[in-house]
Structures are given as structure tokens and as C-alpha cells.
């Protein structure tokens, strides 16, 4: 009998062989491949946010998480259908050019694909042209972007006006953070939201998205 329950606990812990035993036996017991994901994989990196906020947990425990989760992912993406809540937005992601750090972008976008959401990672040193081509590309519905030195934070502010000036401004929703960014420099720049780590800016992307 599939236990939904055994399978959030077992991405929570990041049992990650634990996950994919799980998920191949619900799928073969006629567990519908998108409750899987919606009523376990989700709930269990919802999860995984929460216990970061409340430093209950850390980096280290997440990343096992997030890899733990996208190994659930990978089993059953081939059989959901276009009403599952792995299709509702699509985000671009990456640290800004100049900045070569990616663990932490790359725990975001983790995180952001823990809750259910499509993601572009292009890795770092990403231009503002980079960034709008991808944004036309994916047809993305919100940008994600990480700088850790001051020195290259200006390239957020030069992606926002290069969003202006290509008249995708509108169409997307911008998210900043890394450990130089505040939310009074994201206010400054006129970017849309702000976020100090992982799960917080999981939990933003996903209500912009369902807003």
C-alpha cells in the first residue's frame, strides 16, 4: 500500500534510494503520477523550506533534499500531464555576470523546482543579454538573479532596463537576492521582490506565479 507520508519523510531526511523505491512502487500500485508529485514531492520540500527558515535545518540537509526530490521528479515527469502543478510557470535563474558563486543560486533553484516550478538554470557570469534571450526562449514568467559582491550588483539593475527596453518587462517578475542584496537595494532598482534565502524565495516565486 502506497504511504505518502513514508515518501515525504523520505525526501525530508534525503533518502534519495529511499524516494525513487517509493515512487517506482506507487507507480506501480496506479498511484497517479501527478498526486505523487502534488501530494508528497511538493508537500515534502514545502517542507524542507519551512524547517530552513526555522534553521532547523541546513544547507547541507536541503541540498540532499532538493536532490532527493528531483530523483522522485525525474521518474514520474515523463507521465504528467499538462494539469500537473509541475507546469504552472517557468523561471530563469542565474548569478550576474562578473560573479562566478553558484551554490546558493543553485539551492534556490533547487528549492523553486522542489515546489513544483519549470527551471532555467544558466549558471553564472550571466549577461543582462543573456538573461533576455533565455527570457524569450522559455517564454519565462519570472527572473531569478543572484550576486554575491557589490561590484556586480549593478548587472541587476542594467537586466531590469535591459527588460524594459526589449518590452519583457511586463511580462516577468523579478527576483533578487544573494548575501550583498538587500530588500532596499531590490526596492532601489525597481526589481519585484526580494529574497534572504532558499526557501523564501521558493515560497515568493511560487505565489507570484499562483497570483
Request: include cysteine; charged fraction near 20%.
Amino acid at each position: 500500500m502506497f504511504d505518502k507520508q513514508k515518501l515525504i519523510d523520505a525526501v525530508v531526511e534525503g533518502e534519495e534510494s529511499q524516494v525513487t523505491d517509493l515512487v517506482k512502487s506507487g507507480l506501480e500500485q496506479g498511484i497517479n503520477a501527478g498526486t505523487i508529485l502534488n501530494e508528497s514531492l511538493i508537500v515534502a520540500m514545502d517542507m524542507v523550506g519551512e524547517l530552513m527558515e526555522e534553521e532547523e535545518i541546513f544547507i547541507p540537509e536541503v541540498l540532499m533534499a532538493a536532490k532527493a526530490m528531483s530523483a522522485g521528479v525525474e521518474i514520474i515527469k515523463p507521465l504528467l500531464g499538462e494539469d500537473s502543478q509541475l507546469v504552472n510557470g517557468k523561471v530563469v535563474i542565474g548569478t550576474v555576470q562578473g560573479d562566478l558563486h553558484d551554490i546558493g543560486k543553485n539551492l534556490v533553484a533547487m528549492m523553486i523546482e522542489g515546489s513544483g516550478v519549470e527551471v532555467e538554470n544558466l549558471g553564472v557570469n550571466v549577461s543582462a543579454d543573456a538573461f533576455i534571450d533565455s527570457v524569450k526562449n522559455n517564454n519565462a514568467n519570472v527572473v531569478c538573479m543572484s550576486a554575491l559582491l557589490t561590484t556586480t550588483m549593478p548587472v541587476m539593475r542594467q537586466t531590469i532596463e535591459a527588460l524594459e527596453s526589449n518590452g519583457l518587462r511586463e511580462k516577468v517578475k523579478v527576483l533578487v537576492g544573494g548575501a550583498s542584496v538587500t530588500q532596499s537595494y531590490a526596492d532601489q532598482i525597481g526589481a519585484d521582490g526580494y529574497a534572504p534565502d532558499a526557501g523564501a524565495a521558493a515560497k515568493l516565486v511560487k505565489s507570484m506565479l499562483t497570483a
